[in-house]
């Protein structure tokens, strides 16, 4: 639809007072297209059946140049054949829409030629059946795994807040209140917070089995057997211990399905 809109937008008939004053670029420079030569690319056009009643282009146009067989230009204007060609292109047709197919519809892929080989028949026989995967693994041994990823990786940034100290300026004015010049700051302190107290109540465990995809028993022993100082990171940062604490116990989770995975064969093919 946009294409069809971009190009309906240009001109639509190839008349001699479009082509008049239009501009050749060539190789010495441009050329303005005089009202004599714009009479002679519209002749041109009527006389080998490249223009309709209505002086639209027509389909024997664009079929002729596609297959390079258009008719000679007059010769005055033969020096500028390419330039004289893209401003005839310029004027729009419905033979420069693409054709428009439907992309949803099935397509059949092509068999490959060694398809019907005896040999390629003799292997696909073994190989074409259907299977089934299965994934088993012990939650003793994923605790484990869990609790020693989290011993050893798990670090949270601790949250971090500015203070400003300064004095009221003297004579204060309402225009340096709405400014902000109120007070000067004399001193500037960024500090680190060991423990947030605050109104917000987290649910870790909750948290981390939603994330992890796994039972909150299994979630409260992988907490339980961590040690204490990582837990008690859990209170510098409670946000970034449960986004950390969620991604690692994901990472072993994974790596374990990977290694005990299983695929068996059924009877159906």
């Not at 990823?149 to 309402?174: E, F, M, W």
Request: glycine content about 4%.
């Amino acid at each position: 639809q946009e294409i069809g809109d971009t190009l309906s937008a240009r001109p639509r008939q190839a008349t001699e007072a479009y082509f008049t004053g239009k501009q050749l670029l060539t190789e010495e420079g441009p050329i303005d297209v005089t009202a004599a030569m714009a009479k002679q690319i519209y002749r041109y056009l009527v006389k080998n059946d490249y223009t309709d009643n209505d002086d639209q282009i027509t389909d024997d146009y664009h079929n002729a140049k596609k297959q390079g067989t258009l008719a000679d230009l007059p010769d005055d204007l033969k020096p500028y054949a390419d330039q004289v060609f893209d401003l005839i292109d310029s004027v729009f047709s419905d033979a420069q829409l693409p054709k428009i197919e439907d992309g949803r519809k099935p397509k059949t892929n092509p068999l490959n030629a060694n398809f019907d080989k005896k040999e390629f028949q003799a292997l696909w026989q073994r190989i074409n059946r259907k299977a089934v995967y299965r994934v088993e693994f012990d939650s003793d041994e994923l605790v484990q795994k869990c609790i020693a990823s989290l011993n050893q990786a798990l670090r949270v940034t601790p949250l971090q807040y500015t203070v400003q100290k300064g004095i009221q300026q003297d004579g204060l004015t309402d225009e340096q209140l709405r400014k902000g010049e109120g007070f000067k700051v004399e001193e500037t302190a960024t500090e680190y917070g060991n423990s947030i107290h605050s109104l917000v109540r987290y649910d870790l465990l909750g948290k981390v089995a939603a994330n992890a995809q796994l039972t909150r028993q299994t979630t409260a022993r992988v907490l339980q057997g961590i040690k204490e100082a990582v837990f008690k990171q859990f209170q510098q940062n409670p946000e970034h211990f449960i986004a950390e604490a969620s991604r690692l116990i994901t990472e072993q989770k994974a790596a374990m399905v990977i290694e005990r995975l299983a695929y068996d064969e059924v009877d159906e093919r």
